[in-house]
């Protein structure tokens, strides 16, 4: 089993800039994958940035050049800087691991963009 665990999450102004952190815990080996989604009021889940186990990084269109996401498999953490926040950033951020085929969530980050 996998356990993962957000942090970073909170209240900034438009045009800021957060810092969420993920910590992996349990079988972290032979993760061969990470990523980020959220999902706000009246959305379904949506992919934010995935770092493959090749260590190449997909963004969603409306996230690049914004966010950018890393990964530190020596702490078993995955990070997610984001500048220029948005508004319609505002959602519940979820950290995302893929071991052995399969996939496990942390609970979430609450990230709240307005002034």
């Known amino acids: 089993q996998v356990q993962l665990v957000e942090s970073g999450g909170g209240l900034v102004q438009p045009g800021g800039s957060l810092r969420l952190s993920c910590t992996a815990s349990?079988?972290?080996?032979?993760?061969?994958?990470m990523g980020w989604y959220r999902q706000a009021p009246g959305r379904k889940r949506e992919l934010v940035a995935v770092i493959t186990s090749g260590g190449g990084t997909d963004y969603a269109d409306f996230v690049k050049g914004r966010f950018t996401a890393s990964r530190d498999k020596a702490n078993n953490a995955l990070y997610l800087q984001m500048n220029s926040l948005k508004p319609e950033d505002t959602a519940v951020y979820y950290c995302y691991g893929r071991r052995a085929g399969v996939g496990y969530w942390g609970q979430g980050t609450q990230v709240t963009v307005s002034s």
């Open positions: 349990g079988s972290i080996f032979g993760i061969d994958a």
